[in-house]
């Protein structure tokens, strides 16, 4: 494949205040990395505005990844995206402007399921990217908490796409 047949798109989480990753960011850059390692032609979409400290995720995420050996003209930027919702609507529409056929998601266990179900909702087709195993290193009571909320945002956000999915998709990619 070409560059641009294949999108990588890293969903954001929280930047600390100094403008370090958190935990969870830097577990998701991570995944990303080695996406982007096994497929060395594919374009990647860092997914994230700016939260209550510091720079956008979107940001630290390819500074991140620019670290770590990719090439700056592999990234793209989504710094609007605010939550996952917005995250995955951002995707579908770069998706559908740029010509893309592969998508591959990174992020984590828990959170995948959401983002791909909200992805088939408005028609994409999307592999889960690398994963660590279990809890991924994050704590167990963390862990569960981001299953619960995933439980019930799931409902709440395919709700949404459901009902707008048109809407949705007719404006332009970021």
């Not at 996952?84 to 559908?96: H, I, K, P, Y």
Request: net charge positive; proline share 6%.
């Amino acid at each position: 494949m070409g560059r641009g047949q294949t999108l990588i798109v890293l969903f954001g989480a929280a930047v600390w205040p100094d403008g370090r990753p958190s935990p969870t960011l830097l577990r998701r850059i991570d995944y990303a990395a080695r996406a982007a390692a096994d497929a060395p032609d594919a374009l990647i979409l860092c997914s994230g505005a700016a939260g209550r400290f510091g720079p956008s995720e979107a940001s630290v995420m390819a500074a991140a990844l620019i670290a770590r050996g990719v090439a700056p003209d592999r990234l793209m930027l989504d710094e609007a995206s605010r939550d996952t919702l917005q995250s995955v609507v951002a995707t579908a529409r770069t998706l559908r402007g740029g010509g893309y056929r592969r998508c591959i998601v990174c992020s984590d266990r828990y959170h995948l399921p959401r983002i791909r179900l909200l992805l088939a909702a408005l028609g994409v087709r999307a592999e889960a990217g690398p994963a660590a195993p279990g809890h991924g290193g994050a704590g167990r009571r963390h862990w569960t908490y981001m299953r619960l909320r995933e439980a019930l945002a799931i409902p709440y956000d395919l709700a949404i796409v459901l009902a707008r999915r048109r809407s949705l998709l007719a404006a332009r990619a970021p």
